[in-house]
C-alpha cells in the first residue's frame, strides 16, 4: 500500500514506527564514522537528521540506504529487518533514498528519468523480448500519465522532452524528487534536498515537502538550515562524532545546551 | 612429480614475480591516484624496451639502457598524461570512454613501433652471465641483477609511500580524492608524480621485462599487460603492496605450476587464481569494498 | 563478372556479420554501460561451436583436426547452438565479471578472461585443434544449392541479412522498451537506478547474456561462410575495432552503429586491401590500426556523440480526459497525492 495512504499504514507496527536504526556502528579503517546510533522515524511524520560535519549523518544515510554496511546494529523497516538487503530490495519495499550530489539520469529525458522510476514494469521483464510492446504500452500510457501529473504538479512539465544532464542544479533536484514519488515509496530519504539549489526553489521544494507529508508520505531528511529544519520537522535527531546526541522537536532541541556545543563546537 | 625441480621453479617465479612487480606496483599507483585505467601501460613498457635497445645498440651497457628505458618511461607517461589523458577528462569523456582512449593509444603505440621497427624479434646484445647456485636455487647474473634491482625497486617505493609526506599524499589521494583535496593535499601535482613514478617503473620493467625473455617484438608488452592487470586486482587495484603480493604469488605459482603441469598451461593456472579471488573477494585480497566515506 | 559478384557477395556477407556485432556490443556498451572487451572471444566461441557441429565427427577427413562435440547438423541448427553455447559461456563469465564489481574492474576481468580464453584454446589441440584453427567447414544447405556457384554466394547473402532482420527484432524490442529505459538509467547512474529499485547486477547480466548470443550467431554466420576458422583472428584488440565503429557512428543509436559497421570494420578492409604492398611486411597493417586508434581519439574528442548521435525518446501527448484531476500548475498544490493513479496502485 502507498504512502498516500494515510498516517497511520496498517502494515507498520504501532510501537516501532516506519523506519527504527538501533545500536549502529560503522568504522572506517579504525575511525568509528558511527558510533552507537539509534532512532525510530514515526510513519506520516518529517524527521530531520541533523549534526555538524562529520557526525556521521552521511553514513547512516548509506547505511539505511544499504550502499553502507554497517559494522553492526539493525534497521528495521515496516516491520522488517533489512539490515542485511540490497539498496534495490530496500527501495522495493518502499524505502526510497535520493543523493547529495545530483544523480539524474543525463542522458535520459526528463519524463523518462519518472518513467524509469515505475515499480514492477512489465516491459522490463524478460517477456517483452518474446510477445514485444504489446505486452507493455497499456501499462506504459498509464505511467505516461502519472509522470506527467507529477511534472504538472512540480511545474515542470515544459521540461519535459529535455536531457535531464542539461537542466539547472534546482531543477535536477526537482526530477530526483519526482522520481522518487514514482517508485511508490512509503518512506522518502532525502540527502541534502535543498543543497545548491536557489531560495526561491529551495522554499517552494519545503512546501511541497511538508505537502507530501500531509498526505501520508514518511521523509527522513539530512538538512543543515536549521530554519528550514524548524519549518518542515516535526521531529529532529541530533548526531555528533557519531552518536545520537538529542532526539526532539527543534524548540526543545533549542533549549538544551550540548545541542548547541554540538554546532558551536562545528 | 619430485622435489628436485621444485626449489629450480620457485627460483624461475622469483624472477618473474620481479619483473610482474616493479609492473603491476606501477601500474596501481597511477590507477590508484589518478582513477585512469591505462591499457596503454603494456605498450609504453616495450616503447621502453626499443629505447634500450638503441642504447643497447650504440654500445651502451645494460645500467644505461636501464636507465634510458627509466628515463623514457617517466617521461612519456607524465607527457601521455598532460597531452591527452587530462584534455579528454577536461573535456568531459566519462570513465567509459577514457577506457578506450588509453586503449586507442595502445594501439597507436603498438603499430608505430611496429612501422617503424617491423615485425622482427629484437635481442639486446648483452651475456646472460655465469649460473650460480645461492640455497639450491638456479641464476644467471642477469636474473640476480633483475631481483635485486626489483627489490630495491619495492624497497624504495615503500619508503617513499609510507615515509614522505609526497608519498602519505600519494596515498590519500588514492583512497579518496575528494577529501584530499578537500584537506589541501595540491592533487594536481600529486597526479603528476604518480605519472612519473609509474612511468619509471614501466620503463625498468619493459627494458628487464625483454632482458629475461632475451627477444621481443612490438606486442611482447602488450601481451604482458593482462597478467600485470591480474597482479594489480589480485592485490585489490591501488595497492601498492598489493600489487607486490599479487606479483609474488603470481609469479610463483606461474613457474611452478610450469614445472609440474605444462608450461603452456602456466598463464591460465595465474589467472584461475585470480578467478577464484575474484570470487572469493571482488575487490582483491588487500581491501575493503566501500562506495560512501563517512561524513 | 564472376570475380566481381563474388567480391561482392562475399562484403556483404562480412557487412552482415559486422552490423550484428556492432548491435550487440552497442547493447552492452551503448545502452548498459557494460564494457565487454571480451566481445570478440562470444563471437569465436560462436563460431567454434558451429564449425563442430557441421564437420562431423573428429576422425572424419583422415582425422587431421582435433576438436570436441563434432556433428552434423542441418542448418540452422548449428547457427541457433552457436547462439546458444555463446550465451552460456557469457552466464558463466558474466557471473565473475559482473557481479558488484566496479565497472573499470570489469573491464580489467574482461581483458583478463579473453586472454585465459585465447591461451587455453592455442595451447589445447584437443578443443578447437589448437593454434591452427579449423578448416574445410562445409557450407549450409550446401546440398540444395550449389556452394561453388555465384547462385550460392547470393543465396548466403540472402541467408544473412534474413538473420540479421530477426536479430534486429529482437535488438529493437529491447533498446525501444522500459527494459532498454533501465538499462539506459544503469548507464548513466549506477547507484541512482539501484536506489529506485533495480536490480543493477541482474539487469547488467540480461544485456550481457543477450549481446553474446548475437555475438555467437554473428560468428556462426561468418565461418559457415568462409568455411575457416583460427584462434589468431580474434586476439582482444578486434573488439576495440567494433567499439570504434560505434563511436564513430553513434553510440547507442542502431542505426548509427549499422553505418559505423560500413565504415570501420567493412571500409577499413576494403580500402586498404587495393593499396599497393609498399615498405616491409606488416607495415600497411600496422598504418591501418594507427588510423583505428586515431579515428577512435578523434571521434572521442570532435564529435563524441557519433555521426548519428542517440535518439531523443519523446511520448505522444496524452489525450485530453485520460488525465486524473489536476490543479493548477506549480509547486505543492497540484493533484493530491492519495490519488492512486499517482503512486501507483496498492499493492
Known sequence: MSAAAGAAPASAPVAGGLLTVDELRRDFGGVWAVDGAGFTVKAGSITSLIGPNGAGKSTVVGIVGGAVKPTSGRVMFDGEDITHLAPHDRARRGLVRTYQLSSEFGKLTVLENLLVAAPRQRGESLLTLVVGKRYWREEEERHVVQARTLLERFGMSEKEDEYAGNLSGGQKRLVEIMRSLMADPKLLLLDEPMAGVNPTLARSIENDLVMLAREGLTLLIVEHELDVVERVSDSVVVMSLGKVIATGTMAELRARREVLDAYLGE | ?295 | MNATAYYLTTLLVYLGVDIMAVWALNLQYGIGGVYNFAFVLFQAFGAYIAAVLTLGSSSGNGGFQNYILGATLPFPLPIIAAGLASGLLAVVVGLVALRKLRTDYQAMVMLVISVIATLTVTNDTGLFNGPAGLSLIPQPLSNVVNPSSVGYQWFYVGITFVICAIVYVFVHRVTSSPLGRALRATRDNEAAAEALGKDVVRLRLFVFVFGNVIAGISGAVLVQFIGAWSPGSWMYVETLVFLTAIIVGGTGNNLGVMLGALLVPVGFNEATRYLPQIGRPGLIDALQWIVIGMLGLVFLWFWPQGIIPERRRRFAPTPPGTAPVSGSAGSGSGAPLADPTVLGEPR
Open chain 2, 1 to 295: 612429480m619430485t622435489a628436485s625441480i621444485f626449489i629450480p621453479s620457485v627460483g624461475f617465479g622469483l624472477v618473474t614475480a620481479s619483473i610482474l612487480a616493479l609492473a603491476a606496483v606501477g601500474f596501481t599507483l597511477q590507477f590508484g591516484v589518478t582513477n585512469i585505467l591505462n591499457l596503454a601501460y603494456g605498450d609504453l613498457m616495450t616503447a621502453a624496451a626499443y629505447i634500450g635497445y638503441v642504447v643497447n645498440r650504440h654500445g651502451g651497457s645494460i645500467a644505461l639502457s636501464l636507465l634510458a628505458g627509466a628515463a623514457f618511461g617517466a617521461l612519456s607517461a607524465f607527457l601521455l598524461n598532460r597531452l591527452v589523458y587530462t584534455p579528454f577528462l577536461r573535456r568531459g569523456t566519462k570513465l567509459f570512454g577514457m577506457v578506450i582512449v588509453t586503449l586507442s593509444v595502445g594501439v597507436i603505440i603498438q603499430n608505430t613501433l611496429l612501422a617503424i621497427g617491423g615485425a622482427t624479434f629484437f635481442t639486446y646484445n648483452f651475456s646472460v652471465g655465469s649460473a650460480v647456485h645461492p640455497l639450491g636455487f638456479v641464476f644467471n647474473t642477469s636474473q640476480l641483477m633483475i631481483i635485486g634491482l626489483a627489490v630495491a625497486a619495492m624497497i624504495v617505493v615503500q619508503l617513499l609511500l609510507t615515509q614522505t609526506r609526497l608519498g602519505k599524499a600519494m596515498r590519500a589521494t588514492a583512497a579518496n580524492p575528494g577529501l584530499a583535496q578537500a584537506s589541501g593535499i595540491a592533487t594536481d601535482r600529486v597526479v603528476d608524480i604518480a605519472w612519473l613514478l609509474s612511468g619509471l617503473l614501466c620503463g625498468l620493467a619493459g627494458v628487464v621485462l625483454v632482458l629475461n625473455t632475451t627477444a621481443f617484438q612490438s606486442t611482447t608488452g602488450s601481451g604482458f599487460l593482462v597478467i600485470i592487470i591480474a597482479a594489480a586486482m589480485l592485490g585489490g587495484v591501488g595497492r601498492a603492496t598489493g600489487a607486490m603480493v599479487g606479483a609474488l604469488v603470481l609469479g610463483l605459482v606461474t613457474e611452478i605450476s610450469a614445472a609440474y603441469i605444462s608450461p603452456s598451461y602456466k598463464e591460465i593456472f595465474a589467472f584461475g587464481v585470480l578467478v577464484i579471488v575474484l570470487l572469493v573477494r571482488p575487490t582483491g585480497i588487500f581491501t575493503g569494498a566501500q562506495r560512501e566515506v563517512a561524513g
